[in-house]
């Protein structure tokens, strides 16, 4: 739609995965397109359109059995609802399980103590899992919380049973389970508070980002005078002004003065950069020294920083290859569990003959020992962390089947000029032809370069202008297609450029610019294109990670042949036409997944035909559309590596994760149907399972990675 606007809301009440993916079914049934729930942030998005109104949308969810809420700045320091459910619980709860370590004749051993103590947990069990297991099966995917209703249910309607058919008699304390009923309940919701203080550390780096942004700044108004003013009010093209250890606010152009400004939380880069009039700067960094007055062009929702943010909250929609298979158990797990307890409940009680409250002890031990959540949670948890790792060092990954398919692919393809290379050339070597000093030759190429317009030339004037000095000059003509020439105060005779303007004067082709003068050649330069930070060491590594590097490049085969042996790649494709470079990248593609390398600008085609695009960009080009992955800091080659590990370890953990999930279930499960487990045992282990799937994912924060 031309016109859509993505709508997000904040929804409190959501168990496990299935209970996110309800909610999605429930409003893609309505109609609506986009949308992406996230049990992980409590967030559920959609595009917005004219089929329903956001009121009918919050309905809709309401009538699930979860709650639309308003999330406030400092709502994060509050107890949540699920932490006073478990609090009051536990209170119950506690007495209630004590009664079996005293005698009969003791008061908590009194069937309506038991009845009175176990009431309010009940109570509290039934509507907060009843109301979401109710809102779960109209959506026509079960979750959890049916299982543990039914389980619940069961131990509270046989005890309730026992005590009213036995009234006064002492087998009424054969019937029994109150304990078990209010245990089940108190130990899930403390898996509840467990899990979701867990999920919270796994979106830590999505808080730290967002902290960068509540900020305050102060305002230049027309008649000179300075007020504060919230990230919020803050209009584009207002004037702002940053003193030294301030945070920039918002994204804009710097118009009076200069600073140095720290981008490492935008970009990784370490080393503060210069900025000075007419340079752009970035809201969230911050003025190290120095002081400017900027003017705001992106403020809100359009800041760079807004946008990142954005891109690692959506960066789960995306879901890699892996997640399916859980996703697809997770959908169908519930009804086969109470299949299971059934059959348990059904070979126990009628032919194997075993008591009747043994038999319902066991089924019920079935119900709340499975855990589908542990597998829902393997992978999104996993990618939540690892794409926050990577945006925390200025790498933006656009999706979780993007990490997934780096860290399976087999060839690393790389763009020369602009990605291998900065675009910057340098003096490489000078081959005197005449006596002439060091010094008076570079001030003589400096001077000349100055007036050429060619990249080559501002390259150069870049280059020297640390160490020479401007001659005067008069007479400058550039000669088109050969170079310049000019006239000092002297009266000598200048002629700078290609091979043409000295091939008269001497045989050798082999030099990049000729320095002509008084019509006699004085000197060869080599130049070459300046290398970016790290490249040999990020080739290297890939090699030894046992990636195909490849080097795809449209310029001469000598020069890629040479940059290719230095810097350690294995194969090369030179003096190759944009069709090309998508053939091969094509014909890559046949035998193993290809990753492509490039600037995002020229490389647009081949970066959208590999299975994993990577731009290296600066934060100001953060929209590459054609890209996958982003890397900020375009200076340094080594977050191609660093991007790689991230991705290798997060499939390696949602391996691992998924690995827990299915072989607890598989190995829990039976146990649980033969007896060998109490429910309230059972209940506390699945309590811990799916904590035990997110510690690992929080684990791939400060893992070393190797």
Known sequence: MSNSEKIILNVEGMTCVNCALGIKKQLEKKGLEGVNVNFSTGEASYT???????????????????????????????????????????????????????????????????????????VIGLLHFGKSALGSLKSGVPNMDVLIVIGITSAFGYSLYGTMAYLGLPEAHDYLFYETAATITTLVLLGNVLEHRSVKQ??????????????????????????????NDINENDILQFNTGDKIAVDGEIILGDAVINEAMISGESTPVNKIIADKVIGGTIVEDGSIKMKAEKVGNETVLSKIIEMVKNAQQDQPAIQKLGDKVSAIFVPIVIG??????????????????????????????????????ATPTAVMVGIGRAAKKGILIKGGA?????????????????????????????????????????NIIFSLEQHSSHPIAKSIVEYLKADAINIELTDVKELKGKGLEAKDTDGNYYQLGSYRLAKELTDNQSHSIYLIKNNELIAGIDIEDELKDNVAETITLLNQQGLNTVMLSGDRDEKCQGL??????????????????????????KNSLTIMVGDGINDAPALAKASVGISLSNATQVAVQTAQIILLNDKDLSQVYEAYLISKHTLKTIKQNL?????????????????????????????????IVIGNSIRLKRKKLS
Not at 54 to 65: A, Q, R, T
Not at 406 to 426: C, E, P, R, Y
Not at 665 to 688: D, E, H, S, T
């Open 402 to 442: 993007t990490l997934e398919q780096f860290a399976i692919g087999k060839n690393i393809v790389f763009d020369k000029t602009g990605t291998l290379t900065t675009g910057q050339f340098v003096i490489k070597n000078t081959k005197l032809y005449a006596l002439v000093d060091e010094q008076e030759l570079k």
């Open 48 to 122: 917005d359109s004219n089929k329903l109104s956001v009121e009918e949308v919050k309905e809709s969810i309401n009538k699930l059995g979860y709650k639309i809420i308003e999330v406030t700045k400092d709502e994060t320091e509050k107890i949540s609802s699920i932490e006073k459910k478990f609090y009051f619980t536990l209170i119950f709860t506690v007495p209630l399980f004590l009664h079996m370590f005293f005698s009969h004749n003791f008061i908590l051993n009194n069937v309506w103590v038991q009845l009175g103590l176990c009431i309010p947990v009940f």
């Open 659 to 691: 690995f827990w999930a299915f072989f607890y279930n598989v190995v829990a499960i039976p146990i649980a149907a033969f007896g060998f487990l109490n429910p309230m045992v059972a209940a506390l282990a699945m309590a811990f399972s799916d904590v």
């Open 340 to 377: 299971i307890s059934t059959l348990t409940f059904v070979l126990t009680y009628f032919v194997f003959d075993i008591t009747l409250q043994q038999s319902i002890m066991q089924s019920i031990a079935v119900l709340v020992i499975s855990c589908p959540c542990a597998m829902g949670l």
């Open 564 to 589: 290719a042996k230095q810097i350690g790649i294995k194969t090369v494709f030179s003096e190759q036409l944009p069709e090309q470079k998508l053939e091969i990248i094509e014909e890559l593609q």
């Open 202 to 231: 796994t979106t830590t780096a999505i808080k730290e980002l967002s902290q960068l942004q509540k900020t305050e700044a102060k305002r230049v108004l027309s008649n000179g005078e300075i007020e504060l003013v919230d990230y």
